[in-house]
């Protein structure tokens, strides 16, 4: 077991760091425009933002220039408020709210404390786990994510850009020969950051993720790493639970919709 305990503010800071994910997607390829302060996005679909930190006074007006910027599409319409956006007494998923056509969806910034002491499963006889070294094992794993997620606008292109950056990892999960999840993991100093898990459907509550998580935990504590982070939907929360998780605190992603006609 681990013996380092984190205070929840402790907790929440090294969530927001992993918010670095943002801002790695604004640097690859083709996005060097997509970069509006504290917001950053991929080239060729405004689609997520990380992190907006709201100055204030008047948090009121700053929230009505954001959704202008939203509504004329300078802005992505996904804007993820992480729980350094404004201070603790301003609601600022309720200023939005304010205003027609916003719904919020909330995810969870999920920690967990890592030691060489840590007991990990052993892997199941039938499956087999890669570090991605080359780039057909990336195409099979951008391809994994891809589906798992429903991401049409990660072009092998991208994920190249990604892998060649050297705090980008990213690793690959076989089910009896078949390539059936896949995961990135990102290096921040004495932080990993889990960034992407996905499993192909049909293969899914079968372990596969869990494992690929402890791969990449094992490899981050062989670098010295003693804190891994994950961004889970609400109903991804369990199994990240199961994988020796905890959660740390809500994070809530104001989404813009287009109303039907």
Not at 65 to 73: A, F, G, H, L, T
Request: proline share 4%; charged share 20%; glycine share 6%.
């Amino acid at each position: 077991m681990c013996n380092k305990i984190l205070t929840d503010e402790q907790s929440i800071d090294y969530i927001v760091r992993g918010g670095d994910y943002w801002q790695m997607l604004g640097s690859i390829r083709g996005s060097e425009n997509h970069h509006q302060g504290n917001l950053s996005w991929v080239s060729g679909h405004v689609e997520c933002a990380y992190s907006i930190k709201l100055e204030g006074p008047d948090y009121n007006k700053e929230v009505e220039e954001i959704i202008r910027k939203v509504e004329d599409k300078e802005i992505p319409y996904r804007l993820i408020i992480t729980p350094n956006s404004a201070p603790p007494e301003v609601d600022v998923c309720g200023l939005f709210l304010l205003h027609n056509n916003f719904d919020v969806e909330s995810n969870y910034g999920m920690i967990k404390e890592l030691s060489s002491d840590l007991v990990f499963p052993a892997l199941p006889q039938n499956v087999n786990l890669f570090r991605v070294n080359d780039i057909y094992q990336l195409k099979s794993a951008g391809s994994i994510l891809n589906s798992a997620f429903e991401y049409d606008f990660f072009s092998f292109e991208h994920y190249l850009d990604i892998f060649n950056i050297p705090s980008n990892h990213f690793y690959l999960a076989e089910c009896d020969g078949i390539p059936a999840g896949a995961l990135m993991a990102i290096h921040n100093n004495d932080l990993v950051e889990i960034s992407w898990v996905g499993t192909l459907k049909g293969y899914r509550k079968k372990g596969i993720a869990k494992h690929l998580i402890h791969m990449a935990e094992k490899d981050a504590i062989h670098k010295g790493i003693s804190i891994s982070t994950i961004s889970a939907f609400a109903d991804a929360a369990n199994a990240y639970i199961n994988a020796g998780y905890r959660k740390c605190c809500e994070i809530k992603v104001v989404v813009h919709y287009t109303p039907a006609v």
